[in-house]
């Protein structure tokens, strides 16, 4: 019953901008840290940014500075504003919610930056 949706992925040019949107249900998604990852072709996964249920957040220095992390709790959703787009960004972005020791993940979505 646990779900978890990405949306907002697109095409844009580098120097654009993207939000990226991520709806949960499921879970008691207030008691939940969630985290944004990205995995481009030939790389491994990687935690870009995460919000803990306080609203601590924290980044990869690869991003630091150009994305922002926050969360809604009122409508169970966590969001990823993307600034300063670079080709290098270009990944497919997963959604995830990690709580007592366990994590659920969304199924992705594409981002492609390029000119």
């Known amino acids: 019953q646990v779900q978890i949706v990405e949306s907002g992925g697109g095409l844009v040019q580098p120097g654009g901008s993207l939000r990226l949107s991520c709806a949960a249900s499921?879970?008691?998604?207030?008691?939940?840290?969630m985290g944004w990852h990205r995995q481009a072709p030939g790389k491994q996964r990687e935690l870009i940014a995460s919000?803990?249920?306080?609203?601590?957040?924290d980044y990869a220095d690869s991003v630091k500075g150009r994305f922002t992390i926050s969360r809604d709790n009122a409508k169970n959703s966590v969001y990823l504003q993307m600034n300063s787009l670079k080709l290098e960004d270009t990944a497919v972005y997963y959604c995830s919610a990690t709580a007592w020791g366990s994590t659920s993940w969304g199924q992705g979505t594409q981002v492609t930056v390029s000119s």
């Open positions: 919000i803990t249920s306080g609203g601590k957040t």
């Open positions: 499921g879970i008691r998604f207030s008691r939940y840290a």
